[in-house]
């Protein structure tokens, strides 16, 4: 078990560029999050996945978000045109549930720092 | 107002000492999480409780929930237990959790 893995970890980028996260979660885990967390500040949620199904989006996911899982295993987090606001780190998570309230703890991955110059 | 409420938002103590980390909600929840988080990013579960006392080592985790109120205690404070500690509130079944801004803890040898 290697844990919840993001790519890459640190990404510069101009303003107006597109730029795409990945995150491998735990093999066995069929819950899959994505988080935002800007400095100083707790991580916000921003979707979430049951298997491949994308079952909750915040209002933080503006239509130039755009997170997929296709085959219910690693997740993909993109962001078109990039903007200054952006600028923060983007962490995924997962856990195995089984519909109702397992007791199932949630792991991170170490997060994917973007900065938008 | 925030729904989820940390105190004190930085803590500086000497190795040994007594550490308290307070959170407070405003939300009715199914289960609340204290995270901790080193520098560079990485979080780490600590304790996921509903209700009572829950202990790991040298951490001691309680909740109230008719107060709406967790602690986080740790006795024997190091410095290696240096990071930031956050408290993380689950309504529901799923982990849409949220989140405090975080407690830095630095623990001085």
């Known amino acids: 078990d290697t844990g919840v893995s993001q790519d890459p970890r640190h990404k510069i980028t101009k303003r107006g560029q597109n730029v795409t996260f990945r995150c491998d979660p735990i093999?066995?885990?069929?819950?899959l999050y994505w988080y935002r967390q800007t400095l100083g500040q707790g991580p916000e949620f921003l979707t979430y996945?049951?298997?491949?199904?994308?079952?909750?989006k915040s209002r933080l996911l503006s239509d130039r978000f755009s997170a997929e899982r296709p085959k219910g295993s690693f997740s993909t987090l993109e962001i078109q045109r990039t903007e200054q606001g952006d600028s923060a780190m983007y962490l995924c998570?997962?856990?195995?549930?089984?519909?109702?309230?397992?007791?199932?703890?949630?792991?991170f991955g170490e997060g994917s720092w973007l900065t938008v110059v | 107002k925030n729904e989820v409420e940390q105190s004190p938002q930085n803590l500086t103590a000497q190795e040994g000492e007594f550490i308290t980390i307070n959170c407070s909600y405003s939300v009715g929840i199914s289960a609340l999480h204290w995270l901790q988080q080193h520098p560079g990013g990485g979080i780490v579960s600590l304790f996921m409780?509903?209700?009572g006392k829950k202990k790991h080592g040298r951490l001691i985790a309680t909740i109230n929930i008719q107060e709406k109120h967790s602690s986080l205690h740790i006795t024997a404070s190091h410095p290696r237990d240096s990071a930031v500690y956050i408290c993380a509130p689950r309504r529901g079944s799923n982990y849409k959790l949220t989140f405090g801004k975080g407690t830095l803890l630095t623990v001085n040898p």
């Open positions: 998570a997962s856990s195995f549930d089984r519909g109702q309230f397992s007791g199932n703890t949630i792991y």
């Open positions: 093999s066995e885990h069929n819950r």
């Open positions: 996945f049951q298997n491949e199904a994308q079952l909750e």
């Open positions: 409780l509903s209700s």
